[in-house]
């Protein structure tokens, strides 16, 4: 059923604010290795949208399911079962083990998502703690392993992210979102707020990054320039809906929404 079915189905989803939508009658499909950008102007509805999927906004129209992988005592040589979740019919319980197991996020702030008078050791060494890890010095290792892989010095892993500039910072979070193996991870403006410079390098680790693990992410983004660079597929928001959706380069080589024509344009003349 994995190589069949997506990881991620979206059908019909809406996320109401009082008596108004932020967005509504979204449907998409992401597949394993897949990356969908999701781009659009302030207020589009693109934040609200990453919100509903990962959980931390209520599903209050249409349906998303999620394809969970589960040990299996027996029956698949690779010891591995899958099971399709109705993300809405789930258990605080049951999203907490996502969580745990499954699904990263990385914030734009990364204050959001560090501990930040903790060590960079220690908040990429807890989600490990959080899985079963008791050996000090296996947790240790794996996380001096996984920061130098988002190139922190070695050096750096006892200092805390409070004393790291922003690149770093958002590096050490990519490090605690994908050191527990992560199937899909959610990012939000990852990149907003960094130096160019710092933008380019944290870009290009992530496409690396993804490429190497194999994983699923929703990136949500203002800049067109990021989902060229690491999104294989993106969807326009505006005014809460999904005007277009396709593979990138087409979208954004050949845009058929008159928005996404006044998007793409005003990056060119910029």
Not at 55 to 60: E, G, H, I, S, V
Not at 83 to 96: G, K
Not at 98 to 122: C, D, I, K, P, Y
Not at 191 to 214: K, P
């Amino acid at each position: 059923m994995n190589n069949e079915t997506p990881l991620l189905s979206v059908t019909g989803a809406g996320h109401r604010y009082g008596d108004r939508f932020g967005c509504r009658d979204v449907n998409f499909d992401l597949w394993p290795g897949e990356v969908l950008a999701v781009v659009g102007e302030s207020g589009s509805g693109k934040s609200t949208l990453l919100g509903m999927l990962s959980q931390r906004l209520t599903l209050d129209e249409g349906s998303i399911s999620y394809l969970t992988t589960r040990e299996s005592s027996a029956g698949r040589e690779d010891g591995t079962e899958f099971e399709l979740l109705d993300l809405a019919t789930l258990s605080e319980r049951e999203v907490r083990r996502l969580w745990r197991t499954e699904w990263g996020f990385v914030h734009q702030n990364a204050a959001e998502g560090l501990r930040m008078h903790v060590s960079a050791g220690g908040n990429v060494g807890e989600p490990l703690m959080a899985n079963g890890w008791r050996n000090y010095s296996k947790i240790r290792s794996e996380a001096e392993m996984w920061l130098r892989r988002v190139e922190i010095p070695s050096d750096r892993i006892d200092d805390a992210p409070a004393t790291f500039s922003g690149g770093m910072r958002q590096r050490v979070q990519i490090a605690r979102n994908l050191v527990f193996g992560p199937r899909l991870v959610f990012m939000d403006e990852p990149t907003s707020g960094l130096d160019v410079s710092v933008q380019a390098r944290l870009l290009d680790l992530i496409r690396q990054l993804v490429a190497e693990l194999g994983l699923a992410v929703v990136i949500v983004t203002h800049d067109l320039a990021v989902a060229r660079l690491i999104s294989h597929r993106t969807l326009v928001m505006k005014d809460g809906a999904v005007i277009e959706s396709g593979l990138t380069d087409r979208v954004l080589d050949d845009p058929q929404a008159p928005y996404t024509q006044l998007l793409v344009s005003s990056i060119l003349q910029g």
